[in-house]
């Protein structure tokens, strides 16, 4: 497997793993092991790898077997649900520090095909965009929605991020998460 950050030319690849594990457009039996919320259009995907080289791709050969998104909070800011996290972020604390846009950054989605979960793509396409925004921020911040344990079990237990709240956004209630970006991650657990 190789663990790389995604150029404009991935963006076909990129888009059907989306496709295939969106909210809108996914099967009612994939469902139950997770769905995407956030949804890039061309010119979206166009613009996180150009201004933010914002994509971790694992590829095995030629096939893309996962995603991991990560972004400052102005690149976010178009989407609705994301423009509530930023204003919430000086009423929000992580590990004692009060979040900025300065301070931290939203990580995710992270997006694995079926056939590579339940093994070492996600804590190494994790691994691999924590290492690179750690450079530029200290604490990394996601969300997850209430209805999708198996990315909350996977966030929580396997890679080891805090939550720091529940919040309720267009009637759906999410957790939002935290990580300190200096801690790097072992097969097997978090160390420091
Ligand atoms: C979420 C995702 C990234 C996790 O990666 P993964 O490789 O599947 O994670 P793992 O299999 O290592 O870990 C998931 C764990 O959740 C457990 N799990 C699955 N369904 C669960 C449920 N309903 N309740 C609690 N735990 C559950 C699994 O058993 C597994 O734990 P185990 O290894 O101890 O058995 C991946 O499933 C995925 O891409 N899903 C589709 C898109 C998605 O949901 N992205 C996240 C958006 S926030």
Redesign the pocket.
């Given at each position: 497997m190789i663990y790389r950050n995604a150029g404009i030319e991935d963006i076909g690849a990129i888009r059907e793993l989306q496709q295939r594990?969106h909210i809108a457009t996914i099967s009612q039996q994939?469902k139950?092991?997770?769905?995407?919320?956030t949804l890039f259009t061309e010119e979206q995907f166009k613009e996180l790898i150009e201004k933010e080289n914002g994509i971790t791709l694992a590829c095995d050969g030629g096939k893309l077997a996962?995603y991991a998104m990560a972004a400052s909070w102005d690149y976010w800011a178009e989407w609705p649900l994301f423009q509530y996290m930023i204003n919430e972020l000086p009423n929000t604390e992580y590990k004692g520090t009060v979040l900025s846009t300065k301070n931290s950054y939203q990580y995710?989605?992270?997006?694995?095909?079926r056939e590579?979960?339940?093994?070492e793509?996600?804590l190494k396409v994790f691994d691999f965009s924590r290492r690179q925004m750690s450079q530029r921020y200290p604490i990394l911040i996601?969300?997850?929605?209430h209805v999708?344990?198996?990315?909350?079990?996977?966030?929580t237990?396997?890679l080891g991020l805090d939550v720091i709240k529940r919040f309720e956004f267009n009637n759906n209630t999410y957790y939002e998460l935290g990580y300190d970006t200096s801690k790097a991650l072992v097969l097997g657990g978090a160390v420091t």
């Open positions: 594990y994939d139950t092991d997770g769905f995407v919320t996962a995710g989605p992270i997006c694995i095909d590579y979960r339940g093994s793509v996600l996601t969300f997850i929605n999708n344990p198996r990315s909350y079990y996977a966030h237990q396997k």
